[in-house]
């Protein structure tokens, strides 16, 4: 089952090579991983989305929190939370015809073109996981992926519940 | 007034001195000569010189293993700091409390492979609690005081700091501020078990009636033997340990079945079988007990308790899991107990325990004496250092059948006095920690019981307990063989010997009299008794006692492969 879990720890050196090794070395998988600093300089934020049933979860949250840096980590996938990943995709747009139909597409999903070429529209979208994959099998469809970059997911808990030193 | 300034290599020195610290261990290189310069100037701690920075660790974290301090261990960039890394590993899957101070290049040269750059925090970074870059000298006291609060508290574990050159030169200064009262904000150790889980625990316990109660080195690490035995005492319980929590309770104690696990005893894999409540204590079911997890105590309500919440259920799902420091626990759970007004089940009690007696008297220790002119078994030796030291020496292992042989014949009285690399299994490890036992406590009697192959892996170190006077004793119950591996091809290779034998062995008695030690060799059955009362007789030198034992003798009992942890092989063809 596809897991995302949020962790807050000390914004030190090594700290993310700490949480990327255990991951690794006890072969826990990674499908995304993203990283940034908080509002609180001190602080970073690390959204891990990760796979495995509920033991292996409940052995990744433990050996996570063993770690001396982090603070916190929880699991959002338990509840009601927003999720959020960002897809830039450069296309192919040659023609009139291909250039309309993205410009559809990309309103369907209320994404933006950020970007054009002489012959590529660069869209932007962001939206969960599910979103952008039935973005781009859409305008596959109709025309040339020639790149495509995601950031990963990052998540955040619904309602009243904050996840803050 | 001015204030008083300090290099960075004082610094260290300082702190050290500040958090109480007798010893370090180490070897000088390049990068960490302003603190060879810094401890110079001062008594306070004293540097042993060692002669390979793996020993360093290994003595560093044999005085911890026997006092109890953190052991510290200094070593210069490169391969100073990649040496160390088995020694590191080695504290870590024991959870020995250990600081590892690691010279590094100077930080405008970091990341360009410049001489003797090794990212020692990366390398080590599967093998450590906690590691810290030092990127500031004002900041090396305080790093240094958390990298003992770290190493020492919750599970303890090795903390490397590494610290590049310029931090140490006398051409940058700063004022000297330590803070050893640490906090942290993202780190604090569980101390007292959830007073839900402790009732839930007691009830269980109060209903058992197969208890067995199973401790590892959780025990021994938090001095909570006494506890120990009056918890086990007052429930009459059966009490079993692994090999790193053997001391935990007397190993004559009356409720003690032995070891178990791998070699341990019938009795002890027999209870943990058959129990229908397991008490865990500081023990982490490691698979060298458990031996196949899916055939693993199929009727026990397991109650663990643990420092380390990773521990609880990793292997073993725990139904009752407390998370806390054993002594803590102990005394909650011996609380409870008054408040609850706990009583016996005296009738489960002494039908559970007529039926351990009965396995205990196929007394599964036992080996065939020779014949007065055959080899010296190696049991035999085990067993006539028990008699001479009285039960009452440090006893420090390397690895293979030796190990085993010491921790089945050799009962431990108390915690501490038995040392060796449990987790890891280092061979290696045995000369250099009895170095350390030594070191602390000089006037006992320390052993290293090895074996040919074992010894030879850090034999060098005989030149460091000269320099030092650490008259250990060397107890080397040579085969000609790496012994373990040899038993495991006759027993699962078919007897074929591959790479297990010890070609061209050193004459060892010349050997440690050219380091200016004691010699000594035991041929026969016949001067064994004299020949080790004689070399243990010796209290100012270090002897080297060559004892060429019966290379075909194997370790029984053993576990049979992927089997439960009570199918075992009794001796050579029969299963239990
Ligand atoms: C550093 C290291 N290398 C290899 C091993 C694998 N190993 C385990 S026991 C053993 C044989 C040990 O031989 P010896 O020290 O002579 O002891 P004996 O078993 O003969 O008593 C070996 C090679 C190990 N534990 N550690």
């Given at each position: 089952m596809r897991r995302i879990l949020a962790i807050l720890l000390e914004n030190e050196p090594g700290s993310l090579s700490r949480i990327v090794g255990l991951f690794s070395q006890r072969a826990f998988n990674i499908e995304s991983l993203t990283v940034a600093p908080t509002e609180d300089e001190s602080l970073s934020r690390i959204t891990i989305a990760t796979s495995g049933d509920d033991c292996v979860l409940e052995q990744i949250v433990k050996q996570v929190n063993k770690l001396i840096d982090v603070i916190?980590?929880?699991?959002?996938?338990?509840?009601?939370?927003?999720?959020?990943?960002?897809?830039?995709?450069?296309?192919?747009?040659?023609?009139?015809?291909?250039?309309?139909?993205?410009?559809?597409?990309?309103?369907?999903?209320?994404?933006n073109i950020v970007d054009i070429g002489k012959q590529v529209y660069t869209v932007q979208v962001t939206g969960d996981a599910e979103k952008l994959d039935a973005f781009i099998s859409a305008v596959s469809n109709e025309t040339e992926v020639i790149e495509s970059v995601r950031s990963g997911c990052v998540g955040i808990a619904r309602g009243e519940k904050a996840l803050r030193v | 007034m001015t204030k008083e300034l300090y290099t960075g290599a004082e610094m260290v020195v300082k702190a050290l001195s500040a958090l109480k610290v007798k010893y370090i261990f180490g070897y000088p290189g390049g990068s960490v000569l302003d603190i060879y310069d810094a401890i110079f100037n001062q008594d306070d701690v004293e540097h042993i010189l060692v002669r390979h920075?793996?020993?360093?660790?290994?003595?560093?974290d044999g005085y911890t293993r026997a006092t109890g301090e953190v052991g510290v261990v200094l070593a210069t960039s490169g391969p100073g700091a990649t040496n160390c890394v088995t020694g590191i590993a080695t504290a870590y899957m024991d959870s020995i409390p250990m600081v590892v101070l690691a010279g590094q290049v100077a930080t405008s040269l970091i990341g360009d492979d410049a001489f003797q750059e090794t990212d020692i925090v990366g390398c080590s970074r599967p093998i450590v609690k906690h590691s810290f870059n030092?990127?500031?000298?004002?900041?090396?006291?305080?790093?240094?005081?958390?990298?003992?609060?770290?190493?020492?508290?919750?599970?303890?574990?090795?903390?490397?700091?590494?610290?590049?050159?310029?931090?140490?030169?006398?051409?940058?200064?700063?004022?000297?501020?330590?803070?050893?009262?640490?906090?942290?904000?993202?780190?604090?150790?569980?101390?007292?078990?959830?007073?839900?889980?402790?009732?839930?625990?007691?009830?269980?316990i109060a209903n058992a009636e197969r208890l067995v109660v199973y401790t590892g080195g959780g025990i021994v690490l938090s001095d909570a033997s006494e506890q120990?035995?009056?918890?086990?005492?007052?429930?009459?319980?059966?009490?079993?340990?692994?090999?790193?929590?053997?001391?935990?309770?007397?190993?004559?104690?009356?409720?003690?079945?032995?070891?178990?696990?791998?070699?341990?005893?019938?009795?002890?894999?027999?209870?943990?079988?058959?129990?229908?409540?397991?008490?865990?204590?500081g023990a982490r079911f490691d698979d060298r007990v458990t031996n196949n997890v899916q055939k693993f105590c199929p009727n026990a309500t397991i109650i663990h308790v643990d420092v380390d919440p990773t521990s609880i259920s990793k292997t073993i799902n725990a139904h009752i899991p407390v998370v806390g420091l054993v002594d803590k626990v102990m005394?909650?759970?011996?609380?409870?107990?008054?408040?609850?007004?706990?009583?016996?089940?005296?009738?489960?009690?002494?039908?559970?325990?007529?039926?351990?007696?009965?396995?205990?008297?196929?007394?599964?220790?036992?080996?065939?004496?020779?014949?007065?002119?055959?080899?010296?078994?190696?049991?035999?030796?085990?067993?006539?250092?028990?008699?001479?030291?009285?039960?009452?020496?440090?006893?420090?292992?390397?690895?293979?059948?030796?190990?085993?042989?010491?921790?089945?014949?050799?009962?431990?009285?108390?915690?501490?006095?038995?040392?060796?690399?449990?987790?890891?299994?280092?061979?290696?490890?045995?000369?250099?920690?009895?170095?350390?036992?030594?070191?602390?406590?000089?006037?006992?009697?320390?052993?290293?019981?090895?074996?040919?192959?074992?010894?030879?892996m850090n034999i060098q170190e005989l030149s460091t307990c000269l320099q030092y006077n650490l008259p250990v004793v060397i107890v080397s119950l040579n085969n000609r063989s790496l012994g373990m591996v040899r038993q495991w091809q006759d027993m699962i290779y078919g007897g074929r010997h591959s790479s297990s034998y010890m070609e061209s062995l050193p004459d060892f008695v010349k050997l440690a009299e050219s380091y200016g030690h004691v010699g000594i060799q035991i041929n026969h059955l016949s001067e064994l008794d004299e020949k080790l009362n004689e070399a243990f007789a010796i209290r100012n030198r270090l002897v080297f006692v060559d004892v060429l034992v019966d290379e075909k003798e194997h370790v029984y009992p053993m576990q049979v492969r992927h089997g439960a942890v009570d199918d075992m092989w009794i001796k050579k063809g029969e299963k239990a």
């Open positions: 916190k980590i929880t699991d959002l996938t338990e509840r009601s939370h927003v999720e959020r990943e960002l897809l830039l995709i450069k296309l192919l747009a040659m023609n009139d015809k291909t250039r309309t139909e993205v410009k559809r597409i990309a309103d369907i999903f209320r994404g | 920075e793996q020993a360093a660790t290994h003595m560093a030092c990127r500031k000298l004002e900041d090396i006291p305080n790093i240094i005081a958390k990298a003992f609060y770290i190493a020492n508290s919750g599970r303890p574990g090795p903390v490397v700091v590494e610290l590049p050159k310029d931090m140490l030169i006398p051409q940058n200064k700063g004022e000297f501020h330590i803070d050893t009262d640490v906090q942290l904000r993202s780190y604090n150790p569980t101390v007292k078990g959830h007073p839900k889980q402790i009732k839930k625990a007691v009830q269980t120990l035995t009056t918890l086990v005492e007052r429930l009459n319980a059966p009490i079993t340990n692994t090999l790193m929590g053997l001391g935990g309770i007397s190993g004559v104690h009356p409720n003690f079945l032995g070891m178990l696990g791998m070699h341990g005893s019938l009795e002890a894999n027999k209870a943990m079988a058959n129990a229908d409540v397991i008490l865990a204590l005394a909650q759970l011996m609380e409870e107990m008054d408040a609850t007004g706990y009583e016996r089940n005296e009738a489960a009690l002494t039908n559970w325990w007529q039926q351990i007696e009965e396995w205990r008297s196929v007394n599964s220790f036992s080996y065939q004496a020779p014949a007065e002119d055959d080899k010296i078994k190696p049991q035999q030796v085990v067993e006539a250092m028990y008699e001479i030291t009285k039960g009452e020496a440090y006893v420090c292992s390397d690895v293979g059948q030796h190990q085993m042989f010491a921790a089945q014949y050799y009962p431990f009285a108390k915690p501490r006095q038995w040392i060796n690399s449990g987790g890891l299994g280092t061979m290696g490890f045995g000369l250099p920690a009895a170095m350390g036992a030594k070191l602390a406590f000089p006037d006992s009697h320390v052993i290293c019981i090895t074996g040919d192959g074992s010894v030879q």
